[in-house]
């Protein structure tokens, strides 16, 4: 019965170094998303899966950024070669359908000093 | 380009009284509109969802209404508590098979005692 979860919770690291965010959805929920969120904004899209097919990955800001869900169920989102502009809350979130209801786990905050 | 704009962007009223936030948007074609509470330093939780048939929706307190044709969506928030400070996000989602989602930048609520 547990929400979805995000490892780590928080995440220091120095400009150039590679990070890998996990995600672990709602088991069961076919539809697995990935966010970024500034302080004080909203939500911004990444991408999404469904089951272990990438979707839509438009919203990936440019190719340091990928993600995979090799399974269907827990995915990572890698940042390579990490700049400060990275540092951002990055959020997860799984739906039992690709148009239900979405539920969102803590955020991992990454930190690019 | 598709859109979600929400006002005002952040809104203060006394505890007891009755606000409205507004939601408009451009996405198209339009498969659901959701909005969102989101507590500072937490994720966003679901209030409500509704499809393109539906003008109204309710979740205790809170109602929100749709006008498909004028793409307009309001968040009523009746009698406010304390608990309701918090970001109000207007999410929109595109029907296709991509399955887009557009979030709005939130307005900031705000209740004094």
């Known amino acids: 019965g547990a929400g979805v979860s995000q490892s780590p919770r928080y995440k220091v690291t120095k400009r150039g170094q590679d990070v890998a965010l996990r995600c672990d959805p709602i088991?069961?929920?076919?539809?697995l998303y990935w966010y970024r969120q500034a302080l004080g904004q909203g939500p911004e899209f990444l991408t999404y899966f469904n089951y272990e097919a990438q979707q839509d990955k438009s919203g990936l800001p440019n190719d340091r950024f990928s993600a995979e869900r090799p399974e269907g169920s827990i995915s990572t989102l890698t940042i390579q070669r990490t700049e400060q502009r990275d540092s951002a809350m990055y959020r997860c979130?799984?739906?039992?359908?690709?148009?239900?209801?979405?539920?969102f786990g803590p955020g991992t905050r990454l930190t690019v000093t | 380009k598709n859109q979600v704009e929400q006002s005002p962007q952040s809104l203060i009223i006394l505890e007891g009284k009755n606000c409205t936030l507004q939601c408009n948007y451009t996405v198209s074609p339009f498969s659901n509109l959701r909005w969102y509470k989101q507590d500072t330093g937490r994720g966003p939780v679901s209030l409500t969802i509704m499809t393109f048939s539906e003008n109204t929706k309710s979740n205790g307190r809170y109602t929100a209404t749709l006008d498909a044709d004028t793409k307009q969506s309001s968040l009523h928030i009746t009698a406010s508590q304390l608990s309701d400070s918090a970001s109000y996000i207007c999410v929109v989602s595109e029907r296709s098979s991509a399955s887009k989602i557009i979030f709005g930048s939130g307005t900031r609520l705000s209740i004094r005692p």
């Open positions: 979130a799984s739906s039992f359908s690709t148009s239900g209801e979405q539920y």
């Open positions: 088991s069961g929920h076919v539809s």
